[in-house]
T-cell receptor
């Protein structure tokens, strides 16, 4: 079983739609959670951190459910520019150092 | 954007040859990481460094070695390249153990024939 699992998609949605991505993680000791965005043939970039109380950044809302080991990302009013792959990322403390574990990503395609 | 560069950006090489990829940062961050990215696997950690001359293995370290002689440079060497090492390689930096965010370089696309 992968440590971080995501639905690979693609999610094909029209502009203006609301879309939600889910992610599950296996390490119950994880403390830090993130969503990264990766455009085609580019490097991953931090989209937002995910806090226990949930957090919002403009059209983006992230939620964390520790009991179910589940993270979500909601995008409202989708734009063409939101088309990208979204990576769910969880930390893992191992060997005395903190490492990040990346999901394989969920691809989003927003069409006119 | 974080000051991270990678070189070369693209490379084609033959099986059995050694290859060295370079990551250079201008942020003076302590932590540096090498990942590979393959379809269906996401980013997988190859090696990381927590200071000059301090390195450790990640989950997919076989066939790779690293060196860090200066804070700003982290080198990844494929000792004898194989076709299974065809991948996109990303370097990342992080400011410290307590801060988990990592910033990525633009990547190196490596093809081993």
């Amino acid at each position: 079983r992968k440590e971080v699992e995501q639905d690979p998609g693609p999610f094909n949605v029209p502009e203006g739609a609301t879309v939600a991505f889910n992610c599950t993680y296996s390490n119950s000791a994880s403390q830090s959670f993130f969503w990264y965005r990766q455009d085609c043939r580019k490097e991953p970039k931090l989209l937002m951190s995910v806090y226990s109380s949930g957090n919002e950044d403009g059209r983006f809302t992230a939620q964390l459910n520790r009991a179910s080991q589940y993270i979500s990302l909601l995008i409202r009013d989708s734009k063409l520019s939101d088309s990208a792959t979204y990576l769910c990322v969880v930390n893992k403390f191992s060997g005395g150092y903190n490492k990040l574990i990346f999901g394989a990503g969920t691809r989003l395609a927003v069409h006119p | 954007d974080a000051g991270i560069t990678q070189s070369p950006r693209h490379k084609v090489t033959e099986t059995g040859t050694p290859v060295t990829l370079r990551c250079h940062q201008t942020e003076n961050h302590r932590y540096m990481y090498w990942y590979r990215q393959d379809p269906g696997h996401g980013l997988r950690l190859i090696h990381y460094s927590y200071g000059v001359k301090d390195t450790d293995k990640g989950e997919v370290s076989d066939g790779y070695s690293v060196s860090r002689s200066k804070t700003e440079d982290f080198l990844l060497t494929l000792e004898s390249a194989t076709s299974s090492q065809t991948s996109v390689y990303f370097c990342a930096i992080g400011p410290g153990l307590a801060t988990d965010t990592q910033y990525f370089g633009p990547g190196t696309r490596l093809t081993v024939l």
